[in-house]
């Protein structure tokens, strides 16, 4: 098992930046591959960014050169830092943690962290 937490959201006006964090606990060393999501009103789940154990990383098209994730594996943490901030960014942001035993992969989720952009 994973427990994933995520924190660093709230309120920001368009041009602003903030740091979303996720920490995790549990089955650390399973842990394959850690990345952010996030969920508009309406709309559905989509990759923000990714990073796997290695440290390669991938963005979702429209945050790129905006957004950067980045990995402290000693505090257990992947970070999301949020540049230029846009009104379409606002969203609830998931931190998603892909685990493995042996074979069989399973995908963790933390509870979410809404980020919203407005003047």
């Known amino acids: 098992q994973v427990q994933l937490v995520e924190s660093g959201g709230g309120l920001v006006q368009p041009g602003g930046s903030l740091r979303l964090s996720c920490v995790a606990s549990g089955s650390i060393r399973s842990i394959n591959y850690m990345g952010w999501y996030r969920q508009a009103p309406g709309k559905q789940r989509e990759l923000v960014a990714g990073?796997?154990?290695?440290?390669?990383?991938n963005y979702g098209d429209v945050v790129k050169g905006r957004f950067t994730i980045s990995r402290d594996n000693a505090k257990n943490t992947v970070y999301l830092q949020m540049n230029s901030l846009k009104p379409e960014d606002t969203a609830v942001y998931f931190c998603?943690?892909?685990?493995?035993?042996?074979?069989?992969?399973?995908?963790?989720w933390g509870q979410g962290t809404q980020v919203t952009v407005s003047s």
């Open positions: 990073i796997t154990r290695g440290g390669i990383t």
């Open positions: 998603k943690a892909v685990a493995l035993y042996g074979a069989i992969s399973y995908d963790y």
